[in-house]
């Protein structure tokens, strides 16, 4: 995906008047119903998968146009409009902090209610806890993630919107999926957020080689690697060991070090020893079988890149995946949006706008003449919308 532009989403505090939470759903009700009759349900799938699209909904239903919380309030939104038509084909799951964890559960409802079969169900949720495990370990920018959810659809395709917070940047920072084939190689749809200059990122394709050390290395004696692991966080601290003055040490030590500040703070020695016994005896055989072993997380692979940077010279990338998605706040007019801005809601106009939308619904389900001209009507709202 190719998106350029600039975009933020700052931490925000407050909540949705319960007026406009009603209001916000008659809108988003309308839009994915008439998405799932002309286009069908794999259509709101990959649009979900879309961070512009995503932050341009936001704006439509009436949200603050660059909050944190248009994430959760809109996937909550759309959560609660499918959940109430399961007969349009699509629900969505999770939610923030709790309901997150509730995700596989709750794919359990969805598949039931969809008539998903049960071996899609277990490829489901891998794929939640994939994402979820790639976003805070293999893509560590300091965002610390709060929010997961997945849209699915009765033909299981999946897209995953979710969230991490940077407290001390007090910011926000979005990552959309959408049915990934690899979950190891730039396997985002787009990422929306603030750009940082460094960042360990090892889905990038610059990371392959790394990826393969890393995988080696679980697969080796847990001692060994630990003592490996020794001799690269006292290079790392800024500390030459003996090897360095050995002629043929054997190790490919690398005499000069750059910018290791994303490794820091270093796992203890003990805690990834235990890891270390736990990826070795459940001997994986690729990234994701390593991701998916429990108790492997940001710190292990931490320790696992640094070792491969500093004692065997494959270097991490240290590229920020932020696709930065053009600014959607056009759409904010629509309505006007909860902060005020670009003007406060007025409650009569955007009633007429969300009858507007629902008499188009209820007209498209009339017949084929007269869906298209309803379609028509609406896709020449968008173009005004749009100008």
């Known amino acids: 995906m190719s998106l350029?532009?600039?975009?933020?989403?700052?931490?925000?505090?407050?909540?949705?008047?319960?007026?406009?939470?009603?209001?916000?759903?008659?809108?988003?009700?309308?839009i994915v119903e008439v998405i799932?009759?002309?286009?069908?349900?794999s259509s709101l799938i990959r649009k979900l998968s879309n961070p512009l699209w995503f932050q341009a909904l936001n704006n439509v239903i009436g949200m603050d146009w660059d909050s944190s919380g248009s994430t959760t309030v809109t996937t909550g939104v759309l959560k609660e409009v499918l959940w109430d038509a399961p007969e349009l084909g699509v629900l969505i799951v999770g939610g923030k902090g709790t309901k997150a964890k509730r995700t596989p559960e709750e794919i359990a409802k969805a598949s039931e209610a969809l008539n998903?079969?049960?071996?899609?169900?277990?490829?489901?949720?891998n794929c939640s806890r994939l994402a979820a495990k790639v976003d805070s370990a293999l893509l560590q920018d300091k965002y610390v993630l709060y929010h997961h959810s997945m849209a699915l659809s009765e033909r299981g395709e999946w897209s995953i919107v979710q969230q991490g917070m940077n407290t001390s940047l007090k910011l926000a920072r979005r990552y959309h999926w959408l049915n990934s084939s690899s979950f190891t190689i730039e396997p985002h749809e787009g990422v929306a957020g603030y750009r940082h200059k460094m960042v360990l990122n090892l889905v990038s394709r610059?990371?392959?080689?790394?990826?393969?050390?890393?995988?080696?290395?679980v697969n080796e004696r847990?001692?060994?690697?630990?003592?490996?692991y020794a001799e690269a966080s006292t290079i790392a601290k800024g500390v030459k060991p003996l090897s360095l003055y050995l002629l043929e040490s054997g190790t490919g030590v690398v005499a000069k070090i750059n910018?290791?500040?994303?490794?820091?703070?270093?796992?203890?020695?003990?805690?990834?020893?235990?890891?270390?016994?736990?990826t070795y005896e459940a001997h994986p055989h690729d990234v994701e079988e390593l991701l998916l072993i429990k108790g492997v997380g940001p710190s292990t692979i931490r320790a696992l890149a640094l070792i491969s940077e500093l004692i065997f010279e494959e270097k991490p990338s240290t590229k920020d995946?932020?696709?930065?998605?053009?600014?959607?706040?056009?759409y904010s007019y629509t309505i006007g949006g909860k902060d005020g801005v670009p003007y406060?809601?007025?409650?009569?106009?955007?009633?007429?706008?969300?009858?507007?939308?629902?008499?188009?619904?209820?007209?498209?389900?009339?017949?084929?003449?007269?869906?298209?001209?309803?379609?028509?009507?609406?896709?020449?709202?968008?173009?005004?919308?749009?100008?």
């Open 222 to 228: 847990p001692l060994k690697v630990l003592n490996l």
């Open 344 to 387: 406060s809601i007025n409650k009569e106009d955007a009633e007429k706008v969300v009858t507007t939308l629902e008499d188009i619904v209820n007209s498209a389900r009339l017949g084929d003449r007269e869906r298209l001209l309803v379609l028509k009507r609406l896709r020449r709202l968008k173009l005004y919308f749009s100008k």
């Open 116 to 125: 998903i079969p049960y071996s899609m169900e277990v490829h489901l949720v």
């Open 321 to 330: 995946p932020v696709t930065v998605p053009l600014d959607p706040f056009k």
């Open 36 to 41: 799932v009759i002309e286009e069908g349900p």
């Open 259 to 278: 910018d290791l500040t994303y490794y820091r703070p270093l796992p203890r020695p003990s805690a990834l020893l235990k890891s270390l016994n736990l």
């Open 4 to 30: 350029e532009g600039v975009v933020d989403l700052p931490l925000h505090d407050g909540h949705v008047p319960l007026w406009l939470i009603k209001l916000m759903k008659r809108v988003a009700k309308a």
């Open 206 to 217: 610059e990371s392959i080689r790394v990826q393969r050390v890393l995988l080696d290395l």
